[in-house]
């Protein structure tokens, strides 16, 4: 009996190695999804553009790309979306003002495929304006907002989107993340931020849509779930995105803010969508940098910045919801979910309790604001009051 145990222990370790091997050269660790192992091997070995491009005066999709500094990353994430399966599509690209070679490669690419669109700001304006300006720019039916470090991983992606979109006329449609972390060469799912299981093709439409986030952490008919605040994970109808960002407003992000941007334009974007699906579908990977933004490493006053950029965003994004009254169950996962960066600001410094204090009364002499909602944030006043 022992040595059937060993055999299978053996068995299973070898299988395991053979998956990793096939899966890329570069010995990638994978966690809880070798079944897509074909998306990965693709991902990490993508073949020079070689589709047949359709050109129209309105394509389908827009791709919207933001770039700064992306020499390393732009040419990947170019080739992933011109080897889609599905070819009626635009790509927007906005540089800001990027200081390495970004704009050369962007350029050579271009000349081999006219639906490359290029706009180049003459200074440095922010990611969140970039964004924007792709989004202005675009004439497509339906958008796609992704970040120029990262992959588009499966290359029947846009199709599948295609054809999905076709038979229900969506305004918002989700598909599943992998995110790879670059230094340790790692592929995984991060629980945080994305569900990994078999999605139903159920609906939600208005007015549930109102209070997605509330279905976030629940079942919906005991079938379908949703987790993912991000932008970048999202098919959405272009005419629900710009009432999302006429709604928002110009001046918004009127400092240069560093992170959480994409965030707001999810949320008022899923407010103004008229229904919302997903697909079981793993048709993205998420690039962890250690120098990126949001996840490299910071000194004590970069640090700091980085958290109160966060009580910035969480307050004039509590004086965007204030028209929705009894809807504020979004802002309340919202800041559930960054609240421990404003723990973090107290630590770091007291400079900036009294404004940590002053949101927090805000939110407590908020008539529609939830109890649940009053309870955690008083839990948090006492945590920042000691």
């Not at 370790?13 to 050269?25: A, H, R």
């Not at 970039?130 to 120029?148: E, H």
């Not at 989700?174 to 799912?189: D, G, H, P, Q, R």
């Amino acid at each position: 009996m022992k040595l059937i145990v060993e055999s299978i222990k053996i068995l299973l370790i070898l299988s395991y190695l053979f998956i990793n091997l096939m899966c890329n050269t570069k010995k990638l660790y994978i966690y809880k999804f070798s079944s897509y192992k074909h998306y990965i091997r693709d991902c990490f070995n993508l073949k020079k553009y070689y589709r047949k491009p359709i050109k129209k005066e309105f394509p389908y999709i827009s791709i919207c790309l933001p770039v700064y500094n992306m020499k390393l990353y732009i040419e990947k994430i170019i080739t992933s979306i011109l080897n889609q399966s599905f070819q009626d599509f635009e790509i927007i690209i906005v540089n800001d003002f990027s200081k390495d070679n970004t704009l050369e490669i962007i350029k050579k690419l271009q000349l081999k495929d006219d639906r490359i669109k290029l706009v180049n700001h003459s200074k440095q304006l922010g990611v969140y304006t970039s964004r924007i300006d792709a989004i202005l720019l675009s004439r497509g039916k339906y958008l796609i907002l992704i970040d120029p470090d990262d992959i588009l991983l499966n290359q029947n992606l846009l199709q599948e989107l295609f054809t999905y979109n076709l038979k229900y006329n969506l305004d918002i449609v989700e598909f599943t993340v992998i995110s790879y972390i670059e230094k340790k060469n790692i592929l995984k799912i991060i629980k945080k931020y994305y569900h990994f299981h078999n999605f139903t093709k159920a609906i939600i439409r208005q007015p549930h849509l109102d209070n997605i986030y509330y279905y976030f952490k629940k079942d919906l008919n005991s079938t379908f779930k949703v987790g993912c605040r991000v932008i970048w994970n999202k098919f959405i109808k272009r005419k629900a995105l710009m009432k999302s960002i006429e709604y928002i407003g110009e001046d918004f992000y009127k400092k240069f803010f560093i992170t959480a941007e994409d965030t707001t334009i999810n949320l008022m974007s899923i407010h103004f969508a008229k229904n919302y699906s997903n697909l079981n579908l793993p048709g993205y990977m998420y690039n962890i940098r250690e120098k990126s933004m949001t996840h490299g490493k910071r000194d004590k006053i970069k640090n700091i910045l980085f958290c109160y950029n966060h009580l910035l965003y969480l307050r004039k994004f509590y004086v965007l919801l204030k028209n929705f009254n009894k809807n504020r169950i979004i802002l309340h996962n919202e800041l559930l979910d960054l609240n421990k960066r404003l723990i973090k600001l107290n630590e770091l410094t007291k400079i900036y309790n009294e404004e940590i204090k002053d949101f927090y009364n805000e939110i407590l002499n908020d008539k529609y604001a939830l109890k649940i909602f009053k309870d955690d944030v008083i839990k948090y006043y006492k945590t920042i009051s000691l």
